[in-house]
């Protein structure tokens, strides 16, 4: 264990475009599944943090939101929380695809970042799609827009680089004790990542506009010890009738489908045998609607 006088522990915000891999880069840090997965944009909405825990660092990272022009009230608390983050933790690291190369958005997300005056890296994601030569002009264009970041090209799929990237991190984190127990692995409860899980399969389970009009809450969590499970009721929002039917699928066929897609990771998580009750309701317009954000979670 390294000595107090030289631990190191600090909050790491995690930012990029929708998409670049910085949900698929926290759960390789952590090495358990807390951020949900998709190929669909937007997926990640809330704040996710993930507690990484070494002999010389705690590291506590913040998986956010991808930066987009928000089209509804929803997009814009999931910019304030990008907002938020960048100027109240210790680190940033700006992810970027590069596969996709330095876009516009890219760009501009940099000049933001820069503005909070944080130590920051750039993590280049997606090297195992990208032929080694075009990466040196890539790093070139990096450093020209952001001369003081370290720039460390890694894949969050594969793991490459991803001990190196680490160890960056940890040189720029204060000195300071660990914040969390060792064993504790995010600050969320238990209810988000069941919400959370639920909503994972949703997106990978449907399509077009579904994905994005699709929103979890939990109902109830109610522990039932005498037949070792937990009865988990959730309903799963829309904002329109015809989205409820492809939600429900003939005969209830995709919903069956989704919660038992959702019910092995949950019962993981829990470390018992859970009965999962889904409902879908219609709640009209809800990205726009301030009560409903509220009983997501977000503060408005």
Not at 18 to 28: A, E, I
Not at 63 to 82: N, R, S
Not at 104 to 132: F, Q, Y
Request: aromatic share 4%; glycine share 6%.
């Amino acid at each position: 264990m390294t000595s107090p006088e030289q631990y190191r522990t600090g909050y790491v915000a995690i930012i990029g475009r929708p998409n670049v891999g910085k949900s698929t880069l926290m759960n390789q840090f952590i090495g358990e599944h807390l951020s949900i997965v998709s190929p669909k944009p937007q997926t990640t909405r809330h704040r996710v943090t993930g507690v990484l825990t070494r002999h010389d660092a705690q590291l506590i990272l913040v998986d956010t939101p991808g930066f987009h022009t928000p089209a509804h009230l929803l997009g814009k608390q999931m910019m304030q929380i990008v907002h938020t983050e960048l100027h109240s933790v210790d680190v940033v690291l700006l992810m970027l695809d590069a596969a996709a190369g330095l876009t516009e958005p890219d760009r501009a997300i940099a000049t933001e970042t820069l503005k909070a005056s944080k130590p920051m890296l750039i993590a280049l994601n997606k090297i195992d799609r990208v032929p080694k030569p075009s990466l040196l002009p890539l790093i070139a264009a990096c450093t020209a827009i952001t001369p003081s970041a370290e720039i460390i090209p890694i894949s969050a799929t594969q793991g490459d680089n991803i001990d190196a990237l680490l160890t960056a991190l940890i040189q720029h984190l204060p000195i300071g004790p660990p914040l969390f127990p060792s064993d504790q692995l995010s600050d969320q409860q238990i209810r988000f990542f069941v919400a959370e899980t639920i909503r994972e399969q949703v997106l990978l389970q449907t399509h077009q506009e579904i994905p994005h009009a699709v929103a979890v809450i939990i109902d109830a969590i109610q522990d039932e010890p005498s037949r070792r499970t937990i009865r988990i009721h959730a309903t799963i929002l829309v904002e329109r009738p015809s989205q409820k039917g492809i939600l429900i699928g003939q005969g209830g066929q995709r919903l069956k489908a989704i919660g038992s897609a959702a019910r092995p990771p949950i019962e993981a998580w829990l470390e018992r045998q859970i009965f999962l009750q889904l409902w879908v309701k219609v709640r009209k317009d809800w990205r726009e609607d301030p009560n409903t954000l509220r009983e997501l979670g977000y503060v408005l």
